[in-house]
């Protein structure tokens, strides 16, 4: 494979860098973990203004038409400024689910408006602890209703629909529910990254709508995750480099014993294990980014890949940056927390790390017995 992303493409993500440098500094991630507000609304406005909500829509559907490169390169600032706005959910989750699975009629319905930004949707997988297997599902489908709890749902509290799996008698199935349903009751959960939001979601007897074909919701799901992981890995990578620099701009600039601190070895060679993590996880990345844009067969392989590298770069760099900054790195008022708090929030966002792992062993097994 020989790579690169075009400079319209590296244009894009320049000017995403500066928007959000503009709209998105970290007082903004502040201003929501100090606030009772879930997100902020003014950026979450401005995102949609800028079109990056309707990034891989077809202009059919009232989107940009744009490639999943593009994505790829505005989901590496949305993590690189630790945007505080339901963007992944609604974006890499729902309306790719949208997309795979959709009817025209549910095109129709949903993407214009996901596309607008007028819309928040997001994706109703797990079920609490551990993964849940196609035959594990305790939320049931019958007679057009939902019963039943999913936890935890990322953005299920400010979220306007959401892809529901469920066992709908026939094996899994997706579902579209809207949460505005009284019949639906919402928690919001409590998580180490509350600038962005989870939510317990119980259904009691609540409407829904057959998303794709019946009985074929697993393997669908398999494909959304897929897709997302990629997407979730570009965050991540922003965000890890991010971290990175914000570690390096401190020890270039604090002095101890007459010298600046990044002369010392051992912050040398924590700032040098940090970039070896976070330029390892950019070329699974990029191995990633050719397989979802190409549609290629090694996609599965190659979004594992990328999954499982850039949640271990975001963590060794977060965590490292908290270690560089020394006893103030810890405190709330330097924002090295910001960093490690999305970094264990994108960890579990799609499944855990170990599923991810274990995925990547099982697929590498399955295409090399191809």
Sequence with gaps: MNFEFSDNQKLLKDQANKFLADKCPLTTVRNILEGDEPYDKELWSDIANMGWTAAVIPEEFEGLGLGYLELCMIAEEMGRSLAPVPFSSSVYLATEALLLSGSLEQKEQYLPKLAA????????????YGSTTAEGYSVTFKNGRLTGEKIPVIDGDVADFAVVAANGGNGTSLYLVNLSEASIAKEVLSTLDPSRSQARLTFNNTPAQLLGEDGKGAAAL??????????FAFEQIGAAEAALDAAKDYAMNRYAFGRSIASFQAMKHKMADMFVALELARSNCYYGAWALSTGDSELPVAAATARVSATKAMYECAKENIQIHGGMGFTWEFDCHFFYRRSKLLADNLGSQSLWEEKLISRVIASTEA
Excluded: Y
């Design 222 to 231: 398999e494909k959304v995750f897929d897709h997302a992981a990629v997407l």
């Design 117 to 128: 930004g007028e819309l928040i949707g997001t994706v109703a997988d797990a079920e609490g």
